[in-house]
C-alpha cells in the first residue's frame, strides 16, 4: 500500500505535506509533488494536511494509474522536504476542473 498524489495538487502546491511525512518521499515537479510509491511507509499523516485532498490511499478504487505517475515523476523530480509557498494562483485554481491539461513534467527546484 501506498499513498499518491492526483491531480487536485496541480497548479496549487501547497507544500504542507512536505513537511510531516517521516521518510521524506515527496518530488517536486513544476506545478505539482508526487509521492514514490515504493519509500512510503503508509503512516496517513500527509493526507489531512492537503488542503485540496490531494492525497489518497491507493486502496480507493482506480488508483493504479496515479500509482504509477507517481513512480514515473518521482524518479525524475527532485526531493521536497521543506514547505514553500504555494504557487501563486494556487486559491483560485484549487476548484478547476481538467487540472491534468495544465500538468507540467518539468522538475521543480527541490530543496
Ligand atoms: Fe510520507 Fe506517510 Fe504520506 Fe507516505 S503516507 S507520503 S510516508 S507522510
Ligand atoms: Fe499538493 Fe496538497 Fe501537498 S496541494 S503539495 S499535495 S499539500
Same mark, same amino acid.
Given at each position: 500500500?501506498?499513498?499518491?498524489?492526483?491531480?487536485?495538487?496541480?497548479?496549487?502546491?501547497?507544500?504542507?505535506?512536505?513537511?510531516?511525512? #517521516?521518510?521524506?518521499?515527496?518530488?517536486e515537479?513544476?506545478?505539482m509533488?508526487?509521492?514514490?510509491?515504493?519509500?512510503? *511507509?503508509?503512516?496517513?499523516?500527509c493526507?489531512?494536511?492537503? #488542503?485540496?485532498?490531494?492525497?489518497?490511499?491507493?486502496?480507493?478504487?482506480?488508483?493504479?494509474?496515479? /500509482?504509477?505517475?507517481?513512480?514515473?515523476?518521482?524518479?525524475?523530480?527532485? /526531493? *521536497?522536504?521543506?514547505?514553500?509557498? #504555494?504557487?501563486?494562483d494556487?486559491?483560485?485554481?484549487?476548484?478547476?476542473?481538467?487540472?491534468?491539461?495544465?500538468?507540467?513534467?518539468?522538475?521543480?527546484?527541490?530543496?
Amino acid at each position: 500500500m501506498t499513498y499518491v498524489v492526483t491531480d487536485h495538487c496541480i497548479a496549487c502546491k501547497y507544500t504542507d505535506c512536505v513537511e510531516v511525512c #517521516p521518510v521524506d518521499c515527496f518530488y517536486e515537479g513544476e506545478n505539482m509533488l508526487v509521492i514514490h510509491p515504493d519509500e512510503c *511507509i503508509d503512516c496517513g499523516v500527509c493526507e489531512p494536511e492537503c #488542503p485540496v485532498d490531494a492525497i489518497l490511499p491507493d486502496t480507493v478504487p482506480d488508483m493504479e494509474k496515479w /500509482v504509477e505517475f507517481n513512480r514515473k515523476y518521482s524518479e525524475q523530480w527532485p /526531493v *521536497i522536504v521543506t514547505k514553500r509557498e #504555494p504557487l501563486p494562483d494556487a486559491e483560485e485554481m484549487e476548484d478547476k476542473e481538467g487540472k491534468m491539461e495544465l500538468f507540467s513534467p518539468n522538475p521543480g527546484e527541490g530543496n
